[in-house]
């Protein structure tokens, strides 16, 4: 066969531009060669639809077992009593939650978009905000932090029968137990998706949503630093607390009605390969080591976000209790846009992302903001000492804008940085 040199050198350049980069997106992480190993695998050739000991195809009984695993390796994780491994993303799990709990047309809340939010949290572009209605909580303009005295409010005004906890770009714990409260006074099924922190929360350095949730979702890419991909948890509430029907009207177990949603609800065959990786993830979090790596995302974090206010930029809520930072760039530079910003420090090949800010004047397109994580740069083995490193470097470009010369002298500064923090070492 024909090696697709094209392609492949297509790869080559991407992994070249990872290598040199400072990546600060705080949804992307690195990972070892083990996972590309076991993504790469025959695993994929695979069709298995169902779930193990219940499939539909046969030849499953290997794959069965890398199934299970995973499975297993999640609950002990995560101290959870049930697992679905087969979720394809955040973005599948939560569309699976959304079909196993509502019928079209109910309610349900979650944290608004432009302050904070996920696209599948209800946004009106997404199958959630188009198949359901949605109400949204919002954090406050002067704190920066969920208000949740006003989403009890909310709640109770608008009785939805879902309420999701989680975000894509908030920096501060969430107080799960409190919000169980409110879900309780409404039978609401209460939902957090930790697809950010989850990493951080396996380890114990946040609060636990399993212990106060129904249902949890989690990405398994992000701090958990595995494949890309997703997955669906219950922690102790097997008892179908509100009397959940299916569609055909028969009330079933929370458990029973996930595994429908997920196959066959919203998805066909599960992807094997990443399932058998999900499970070299979850056994590599088991470890010290893995311990090691989150205590220090969540110190270089602390230190970046302090940096930056150091620069005098104003760090949204003030600072991080997770690997995340939003940067309001109106407070030092109020002319320049996110998009601005992104797309000049590329080319000193540092990477994040754009990212509205609470009440933004902008569009998502242009942005106010920028979000910054530090589970990568952690990955590739940077410390505390080098977080107002990276910060001075981004302020530098920040601050020389339109200035090519600046770009490149960061650019050169930054390649040379990289070589002290190898990737793919092993
Ligand atoms: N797009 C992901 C993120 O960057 O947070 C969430 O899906």
């Given at each position: 066969m024909i090696r697709d040199e094209k392609v492949f050198d297509l790869i080559a350049q991407e992994r070249a531009r990872q290598m040199n980069s400072?990546?600060?997106?705080?949804?992307?992480?690195?990972?070892?060669?083990?996972?590309?190993?076991?993504?790469?695998?025959?695993?994929?050739?695979?069709?298995?639809?169902?779930?193990?000991?219940?499939?539909?195809?046969?030849?499953?009984?290997?794959?069965?077992?890398?199934?299970?695993?995973?499975?297993?390796?999640?609950?002990?994780?995560?101290?959870?009593?049930?697992?679905?491994?087969?979720?394809?993303?955040?973005?599948?799990?939560?569309?699976?939650?959304?079909?196993?709990?509502?019928?079209?047309?109910?309610?349900?809340?979650?944290?608004?978009?432009?302050?904070g939010g996920h696209l599948s949290h209800g946004s009106p572009v997404n199958s959630s905000g188009i198949l359901y209605r949605t109400v949204a909580y919002r954090v406050e303009a002067e704190t920066g932090l969920i208000n949740y005295d006003k989403m009890e409010e909310t709640a109770l005004r608008e009785r939805p029968k879902l309420i999701i906890a989680g975000a894509s770009a908030y920096s501060r714990d969430w107080d799960y137990a409190r919000m169980r409260k409110i879900a309780d006074q409404i039978h609401a099924i209460l939902m957090a998706d930790i697809a950010h922190p989850a990493g951080l929360i396996a380890k114990g350095l946040l609060n636990d949503p399993l212990k106060h949730c129904h249902i949890v979702t989690t990405t398994t890419h992000k701090t958990l630093r595995g494949p890309r991909g997703g997955m669906i948890m219950i922690g102790k509430d097997f008892e179908n607390p509100w009397g959940l029907k299916t569609l055909k009207g028969e009330t079933k177990m929370m458990s029973a009605l996930l595994d429908s949603a997920v196959f066959p609800g919203v998805q066909g065959g599960p992807l094997e390969h990443v399932i058998a990786s999900k499970a070299v993830a979850f056994g590599e979090a088991l470890t010290e080591t893995y311990m090691n790596y989150v205590i220090q995302v969540k110190k270089n974090a602390a230190?970046?976000?302090?940096?930056?206010?150091?620069?005098?930029?104003?760090?949204?809520?003030?600072?991080?209790?997770?690997?995340?930072?939003?940067?309001?760039?109106?407070?030092?530079?109020?002319?320049?846009?996110?998009?601005?910003?992104?797309?000049?420090?590329?080319?000193?090949?540092?990477?994040?992302?754009?990212?509205?800010?609470p009440f933004d004047s902008r569009s998502p397109f242009q942005t106010s903001g920028l979000r910054v994580g530090t589970p990568a740069i952690t990955t590739r083995g940077f410390k505390e000492d080098k977080m107002p490193v990276i910060v001075d470097l981004i302020d530098q470009v920040i601050s020389k804008i339109d200035s090519e010369e600046v770009i490149l002298a960061v650019k050169k500064k930054v390649n040379e940085l990289m070589r002290d923090y190898p990737l793919f070492a092993d």
């Open positions: 400072i990546v600060l997106i705080a949804s992307e992480n690195f990972v070892s060669y083990q996972f590309l190993e076991a993504m790469g695998s025959v695993m994929t050739n695979k069709y298995a639809e169902g779930y193990p000991g219940k499939r539909y195809y046969g030849g499953c009984q290997i794959v069965d077992q890398t199934e299970q695993l995973a499975i297993d390796r999640a609950k002990e994780l995560f101290n959870a009593e049930w697992a679905n491994v087969q979720p394809h993303s955040g973005a599948q799990a939560n569309m699976a939650v959304l079909m196993a709990v509502l019928k079209p047309g109910d309610v349900f809340m979650g944290l608004d978009l432009s302050h230190v970046m976000s302090q940096a930056f206010v150091d620069k005098g930029y104003h760090v949204i809520s003030g600072g991080t209790d997770n690997h995340l930072m939003l940067i309001d760039l109106r407070s030092k530079f109020p002319e320049i846009t996110g998009k601005v910003v992104e797309n000049t420090l590329v080319k000193a090949d540092i990477t994040v992302n754009k990212n509205m800010v």
